[in-house]
């Protein structure tokens, strides 16, 4: 009885034992068909056994590979024959240490697990692995021998080397006659306190902690990250000092905002703000507008690629050099300025006997900008009182702007409502003495709307600044916040103490505002 007990699990585990070892010579025969088990050589010791590797080896011990390609860790290699390699130049030590970090990755690699992969490499590019019936590639190069399998990972053979791809900022660097933009990105790091990081999970202060910044790369460009795609254009030095001219004046300082240094920083800006955009974009693929990654459309996307160089691959998207800026103004570092009325945040402590609120312009006969629009109720019966609201306008240049406020008739609520408005507008701002204008009254040709459709009026025309008024941006940590210095007033012109009794009567007390808009000069 004991003999049969045993037997049976006996011949179960011989025959378990048989289906093991069966199933791992299958599973060498499946990913090493070279060899039935992997050799016992490691990674370098089989490069360096073989004359037709031999550059490949030099280069591996000339960047130190030799030894970590000796160790227990893992890696797969793809090692480019000799034929491939007889025109780099060993000196050059950039050179080598790009091919070598280019065709070695962490983890051993069959064919056989591959259709199609996404490796990063030790020098962190990003290549394709490939298999498929015409043969085993990375990138696009064949690979001649596949899975050695060795003691630690393994090799493939290539016939060719697969070539180094500069990401955008190493073309940036590396291209000539870009020293312009990289000197001006390169000008904009600093160093500055990390607070989350000087504290510790429970709140204790650790140590002050400071880190490099720079705008662009941290809010713009990723340009050294490998696992984004973006499309750049970069001027050439000739490009960069033509239009840094025409930029510069535009952004003229007060001193006690920081004058010089601070009329420089915001001009190199704006010319490096809309350098970059997402995705790959070819001449021939291009929509006439497209949209930058700070945000700015640029409307003629076409003709800045036109007169643009051929594209560079590059191994994160695609770059262009150009020997002329060919953005318009208006699109980039001289845009229209638009306050819209109903965004009353900073409005409310400017009203005078008016109380406001935001309404919507959905479901009404008229379309308003953003849908909605201002409504200003006075807040007192008195006819004597003055009924004004001052709206603070940001980012205003130091160029000629003309002025226009936007109203929405009356009729927007009631139909039987055909009373207009009839306003006076004053301008606040710092004249050429960097000292403050306040609420100069503006002569306007025609202060009277039209009770059935909304009514754009002409406020000022060919109004200049003396010195921009930069308070934020779309992205606050590109430009130090400023105090608003230019306001337009917007007043009642049938209320107040001058107005006469037939404007009381003839004209709204109620105004409603759509947008304030200033318009650059060209």
């Keep these: 009885m004991k003999s049969r007990y045993w037997g049976i699990p006996i011949l179960v585990y011989c025959l378990i034992s048989l289906l093991v070892v069966s199933c791992k010579d299958d599973w060498n025969d499946h990913y090493y068909p070279e060899l039935n088990g992997k050799s016992s050589l490691t990674i370098y010791d089989y490069i360096k056994s073989r004359p037709d590797l ?171 990250s490998e696992d984004s795609v973006y499309t750049t254009i970069f001027p050439t030095n000739t490009a960069w000092n033509n239009i840094y001219g025409s930029v510069y004046p535009l952004f003229k300082t007060l001193p006690s905002s920081g004058g010089v240094t601070t009329q420089v920083k915001q001009t190199k800006l704006a010319l490096l703000q809309d350098l970059y955009f997402n995705g790959k974009i070819t001449a021939s693929a291009a929509k006439t507008a497209m949209p930058a990654i700070y945000g700015d459309t640029i409307s003629n996307m076409k003709d800045v690629l036109s007169a643009a160089s051929l594209p560079f691959n590059i191994s994160n998207g695609i770059a262009y050099t150009t020997n002329t800026l060919n953005f318009k103004p208006l699109d980039t570092w001289n845009k229209a300025i638009k306050v819209e009325a109903e965004s009353i945040a900073g409005v409310d402590s400017l009203k005078i006997n008016y109380g406001m609120s935001a309404s919507s312009s959905l479901g009404t006969i008229f379309s308003t900008s953003g849908k909605s629009y201002l409504t200003s109720i006075a807040t007192t019966a008195s006819f004597n009182s003055n009924l004004s609201v001052r709206f603070p306008i940001p980012n205003t240049l130091s160029t000629k702007y003309n002025i226009y406020c936007v109203f929405v008739p009356a009729t927007i609520i009631d139909t039987t409502d055909l009373k207009p408005y009839k306003l006076n507008f004053y301008m606040t701002y710092k004249d050429a003495n960097g000292k403050t204008v306040k609420d100069q009254k503006q002569t306007v040709t025609n202060n009277i709307t039209d009770p059935k459709k909304i009514t754009k009026i002409l406020v000022a025309q060919n109004f200049s600044f003396p010195f921009c008024n930069i308070v934020n941006s779309k992205n606050e940590a590109i430009s130090e916040p400023e105090k608003v210095s230019v306001f337009l007033k917007v007043e009642n012109a049938a209320s107040g103490p001058q107005s006469s009794s037939t404007d009381r009567k003839t004209y709204n007390r109620t105004i409603r505002i759509d947008y304030v808009l200033l318009e650059p000069v060209q």
């Design 54 to 224: 031999s550059i490949f080896a030099q280069m591996l011990k000339q960047k130190g590979y030799d030894t970590l390609l000796s160790k227990s860790q893992t890696f797969t290699v793809w090692a480019p024959l000799n034929s491939s390699l007889a025109t780099v130049n060993l000196d050059d030590t950039l050179a080598v240490s790009r091919i070598v970090g280019n065709h070695i990755t962490q983890f051993s690699i069959p064919t056989a697990s591959v259709q199609k992969k996404t490796l990063s490499m030790l020098d962190r590019k990003l290549l394709t692995f490939e298999v498929n019936s015409n043969g085993a590639f990375l990138d696009v190069d064949t690979i001649k021998e596949a899975d050695h399998a060795l003691a630690n990972g393994i090799v493939h053979v290539m016939k060719q080397y697969v070539p180094y791809k500069l990401n955008a900022w190493e073309f940036l660097t590396e291209t000539a006659d870009l020293d312009s933009v990289r000197s001006n990105i390169n000008s904009l790091s600093r160093r500055v306190y990390d607070a989350k990081s000087s504290f510790n999970s429970e709140g204790a202060f650790v140590d002050s902690v400071f880190v490099d910044y720079n705008p662009i790369f941290t809010n713009l460009c990723l340009m050294k």
